[in-house]
């Protein structure tokens, strides 16, 4: 059962374009081998199309016992959790009980030292609080291990950011910070008087019958079949640290979410075509804004877009938490989606080969004079230099 306030609306009309796209399954390989090659020990991706699932799997999702990685392999999805809360919190605004433009302070008195602060800054990015994230893991393992069994109140994190200096006026410009998911749990847990934990559950995992995705803060271990996760440290030629087992108390709302390529896959269709939110909460959501100046990556409400190069537009988000990568996006209408996993981290060509993934699946078949004509009919950059970089989370 969905919630009695949620919505559910007509898909888009797939552009024809979009549907007659096969992905590049040879091409989908070679990415995955790029990406164990750049330090992964283990990658997968799992396409969801008209002709059905397609998986590829490189390399292993345990390196002690050599197990080969699985497309059903459970894992820690990072980031991709902001579009948990997202939907969450946008669920609590088709129900009244949290406006978009209203002050973070007017639901949690006294949090924020700038009453002009509202719940939308938060889940744009705009609003200014600093991601302490940055200075835990300045040095990546000694802040990993520092935090890994360590439990945090909301208030502490909170707490973490405002002992640093704002970033920006609020509302002025993006800058990505895990803070602000923060407060969003904290919006959440005000309005319901639970914890996010039960809706997640009561919201998205029950209705959309998401059996292998869980948010078990403060517990340690990914149960079930799973990719155990494996740290790079700063040292090049450095040992791998296994990461698997951590509270990921240092995100929680932000970023503590597990579940699997299938689940992923399933929550991003749903979501763009209409069957978590209502039709003006979902057009909010996709309401996007540059994030860099390739004019290709864009931020809705806890929402990416990516503009590939063969046109077509994807929505979702990407993850990094210690010891996993991962990117998860569905066309408009929900009619395909990719989910790619490499159970590494701190390994930024890593991150950058298996962002690959994305053109392999939704651009297909590489077809360069195709491709260079269009692009550059959109006004796109061919692959510039910034638009290899890998985002956070
Ligand atoms: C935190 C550091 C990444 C990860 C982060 N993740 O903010 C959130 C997100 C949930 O946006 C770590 N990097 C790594 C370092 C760099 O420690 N010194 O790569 O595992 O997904």
Redesign the pocket.
Known sequence: MLPATAAHAAPAAPSAAQTTVAPDLDALTQVLRSTTAAGAPGAMARFTGPDGVQTRVEGVRDRTTGAAMDPRARFRI?????TFSSVVLLQLVDEGRIQLDTPVNSYLPGLLPDDRITVRHLLTHRSGLA?Y??A??????P??EAVRNKVFTYRELVGLSLAEPRTTEPGVEYK?S?TN?VVVGMLIEKATGKPVAKAYERRIFKPLGLRNTSYVHPDTAIKGLHANGY??P?EEGGPLVD?TEQT?S??QS???VISNAADLSTFMSALVSGKLLRPGTLDAMLTMTPTDATNTRFYGLGLRRYDLSCGTQVYGH?????????YSFTTRDGSRALTAMAN????GQA?TALGGTLEAAFCGKPTPAKATAKAAARGFALAPAEADLPE??
């Open positions: 990072g980031s991709v959790t902001k991601d994230t940055n835990m893991f300045e040095k990546t393992v802040g990993f990505y895990n998911f740290l790079h700063d990461s990921v240092w995100a932000a970023g503590a990407t993850g990094t938490v210690q010891g996993f990568y991962t590494t981290s701190n390994r991150n956070r989370g």
